[in-house]
């Protein structure tokens, strides 16, 4: 049998129903779906429909043997898309994965996976127990006060509009990878991603781009805050800012001499 025959098939008898029950809902001969529990795959037209009648994705009905997983702990996003999976402690609390520094590289790859998220590290916190969250390394210095090696724990956005301007979010991009930025709606197909830290400019992010989004839900500092950090910070600021008003006096200067 298949990786899709053993999944149909235990999705089939986990929901209580009986071959022809589901093939009627299919509108198919029950002959036919016995068939497909059994060594035949189905067509295109096929799966799609077994795809949203169970809820589940066609990649995962394919690809992964979904017993491994406790399926009622799935989350069930739009598009008839899977986060996988939600992990629960012995007390019910929500454990969160961690994106460790070795895992980033390969997230791209396999945020969409099972196996790659089950072998994540978790831990519990007891102050985020709705929504499903995942902690992500900082790199860099755009976003100060958070200093590279700290962890920015993300709570998962399902739609783009739930977007709210002006606040932090983890951003998971075919191109740029992950990234944490401070966001601005410009349009209906593109947000502005900005730095805390104005020596990087923004740049635009188009949604068709963004595979994941995570709003900040708290952070976890790995290294001892600084009272220099600020003053090194300041300084950078006006820094900038000097060479923005020469920039914008050399251009004054330059049209008046036009």
């Avoid at 053993?6 to 022809?20: E, F």
């Avoid at 017993?67 to 008839?80: A, F, G, K, Q």
């Avoid at 995942?134 to 399902?158: I, L, N, Q, W």
């Avoid at 349009?187 to 923004?202: F, G, W």
Wanted: aromatic fraction near 10%.
């Amino acid at each position: 049998m298949s990786i899709f025959s053993d999944n149909l098939r235990y999705l089939r008898v986990k929901s209580g129903m009986t071959q022809q029950r589901i093939a009627d809902e299919l509108r198919i001969p029950r002959e036919r779906y016995a068939k497909y529990e059994a060594t035949t795959d189905p067509p295109l037209d096929c799966l799609q429909k077994i795809s949203r009648y169970f809820f589940v994705s066609i990649d995962l009905l394919l690809s992964f043997d979904i017993r491994r997983v406790p399926y009622e702990n799935l989350i069930l996003l739009e598009e008839n898309r899977i986060l996988l999976p939600i992990t629960v402690d012995s007390e019910g609390e929500n454990r969160i994965e961690i994106v460790g520094a070795k895992a980033q590289a390969g997230y791209l790859r396999g945020y969409g996976d099972p196996e790659f998220i089950e072998s994540l590290q978790r831990i519990s916190l007891p102050f985020l127990t709705h929504g499903k969250y995942r902690a992500f390394p900082v790199t860099g210095d755009s976003m100060p006060p958070h200093k590279e090696g700290s962890f920015v724990v993300g709570e998962y956005v399902e739609r783009s509009s739930d977007i709210v301007d002006g606040k932090t979010y983890i951003l998971i991009t075919k191109n740029d990878g992950m990234s944490y930025k401070r966001l601005y709606k410009k349009d209906k197909n593109t947000v502005m991603a900005h730095s805390d830290n104005t020596l990087y400019e923004p740049y635009e992010v188009h949604y068709g781009d963004i595979l994941e989004v995570w709003r900040y839900a708290c952070s976890i500092a790995t290294q001892e805050f600084q009272p220099e950090d600020l003053g090194a910070l300041s300084v950078t600021d006006i820094l900038q800012g000097i060479r923005k008003d020469i920039a914008a006096l050399k251009t004054e200067y330059s049209m008046r001499k036009a």
